[in-house]
């Protein structure tokens, strides 16, 4: 009798080109049965695009693919289905205007005399959803939840076809903690169920909590597998960018000077009920200093980016940048007026993806002599020549450099190309909201040392971050935002996450002078 092997899946010698890029180049990765097996690399080491082939939505030039030790063939996402292979996207496949009963069953329909059978199909979605503690409202639209309910969604649309291999692609990027710990505990109970699991990731932490071996790449080359108990975070991060990393941002302290931004009484009211999402809001910032608001995600943080930034409109209150009142003013001349915006969704608001990556670069400038005639033709060369210029300044990696697609690019490097536009403009206020979100080690390494470098050229940050890490190292003062109000001011120095955590949760307050 033929042994069965000990591997659910081996993908050997896997090359994958794109125009411009070897993105796997005779990659080797093998996933025993009910393991987690994470997949570690920095922003375009060609992770993703490993587990695509996997999933069946490309094809490699070169290798296979063996499931239970048998050659298999994956030409679409269909074939993958077929043999149990499951993959949560980091951007989510969801059509935002069918409910989650609707998503999940979408393609693995019951139809009876033409009519779709919805009442059998709710049972097992509820069944699965009490036996994995994925709780979901089957009738809510996409787009009317939260972030973490669509990835329960995507999650449940793995489990309702019965797959036994599941691909989790940057699943933590857009959770809050809570949610966090909560997904880690659900992969940790598919995997006691026999489920073996891809885990796409570049947070140490993450990796050394839940998985049980772990698969470096970096830049398209396999680096080595190691077992996650005899391993740290400091050699992880070395075999997956080739160096050191410091994990300790190093800054010198604040020199607060003039005030940049004064924002009084400010209110924008909420799209998803009656309350205000952002309710009375005073405070300042400084030239020279990070202000950080720190809170659990829905608290009111982003719609108080969105209307610093004027993507919505304020009920009452005054915003002053520079001693201009901008409250009403349109977005370009809040730019002008020195204003920079890392979006918090950098595909809704940060990017335009069928753009290329330079003229995505100069998004706010394309108007300037610089980049165009008085007649309002644009000159490419020069963008181009600029482009090159932030492409090699901040490390931005690209099949083809700038005429690029920016849609073809890894989630990190989008990212990247979002914090090298703004600030190379050098607003004198920048509003970084999750700057480093989707972001491995060393390029959050990177990113701090920048943010700190804009400080101490005397410009103002407005930082909002879910990370209390990063809240407490890079900020100089932190804000907690709760229910749409301000509860507290902070000193990084002198407050600890636990007394952070009282706040965010609503359980203290105390009165804030603006």
């Known amino acids: 009798m033929e042994k069965k092997s000990e591997y659910a899946i081996e993908m050997q010698n896997i090359t994958k080109r794109f125009p411009g890029i070897i993105a796997n180049d005779n990659v080797t990765i093998r996933l025993k049965r009910g393991e987690i097996h994470a997949l570690l690399g920095e922003n375009g080491a060609g992770k993703s695009t490993l587990m695509s082939v996997l999933f069946g939505l490309y094809q490699p030039e070169e290798g296979v693919i063996k499931k239970d030790g048998q050659v298999v063939e994956i030409k679409s996402p269909n074939d ?18 069918f409910t989650v009963l609707e998503n999940i069953i979408l393609g693995e329909e ?154 009084k009484d400010l209110t924008v009211s909420s799209k998803l009920h009656s309350k205000n999402a952002v309710n009375h809001v005073s405070f300042s910032v400084r030239s020279g200093e990070i202000v950080c608001i720190a809170g659990i995600d829905g608290n009111g943080q982003s719609e108080l980016i969105y209307g610093l930034s004027g993507l919505e409109k304020c009920t009452s209150g005054k915003i002053v940048l520079n001693g201009k009142e901008l409250q009403t003013a349109p977005i370009r001349q809040r730019y002008a007026a020195g204003m920079g915006h890392i979006p918090e969704d950098r595909h809704k608001h940060g990017l335009v993806l069928d753009y290329s990556l330079a003229y995505d670069l100069v998004l706010q400038r394309y108007f300037e002599r610089d980049f165009s005639t008085g007649t309002g033709f644009l000159l490419k ?15 931005i990696r690209s099949g083809q450099g700038a005429p690029t697609i920016v849609r073809s690019m890894s989630g990190g490097n989008q990212q990247k190309a979002i914090i090298a536009r703004e600030l190379d403009r050098n607003p004198s206020l920048l509003l970084a909201v999750q700057p480093t979100r989707g972001l491995d080690v060393g390029a959050i390494e990177g990113i701090h040392k ?44 002198t407050t600890t996450t636990d007394e952070l955590g009282l706040y965010m949760a609503g359980a203290k307050r105390k009165e804030i002078s603006a």
């Open 381 to 395: 060369s020069r963008i181009n020549a600029y482009a090159e210029k932030l492409i090699e300044q901040y490390d």
């Open 110 to 263: 019951t139809v009876k005399h033409g009519f779709l059978q919805k009442k059998e199909a709710r049972q097992k979605v509820l069944e699965l959803s009490e036996k994995y503690g994925l709780m979901v409202d089957p009738d809510a639209k996409i787009e009317d939840i939260t972030v973490g309910m669509q990835q329960r969604t995507e999650i449940l649309k793995m489990l309702y076809r019965d797959n036994e291999i599941l691909i989790f692609d940057e699943p933590t990027a857009v959770l809050t903690p809570s949610e966090i710990d909560e997904l880690m505990k659900i992969m940790k109970n598919l995997a006691k169920e026999g489920k073996s699991i891809l885990f796409i990731s570049h947070k140490l932490a993450e990796i050394m909590a839940v998985a049980d071996r772990c698969s470096v790449l970096r830049r398209g080359k396999y680096i080595g597998t190691v077992d996650i108990k005899d391993t740290n975070p400091n050699e992880l991060s070395r075999m997956m960018v080739g160096r050191n990393v410091q994990f300790v941002v190093e800054k010198k302290p604040a020199e607060p000077g003039e005030v940049v931004l004064s924002v």
């Open 80 to 97: 993958a289905n077929a043999l149990g292979i499951g993959m949560v996207h980091q951007h989510f496949k969801l059509v935002q205007c």
């Open 450 to 493: 920048e943010l700190i470098a804009h400080r101490d050229r005397g410009n103002a940050i407005l930082l909002v971050s879910l990370e209390l890490d990063e809240v407490m190292s890079v900020s100089d003062r932190i804000l907690v935002m709760y229910e749409g109000e301000i509860v507290g001011e902070f000193d990084p120095k």
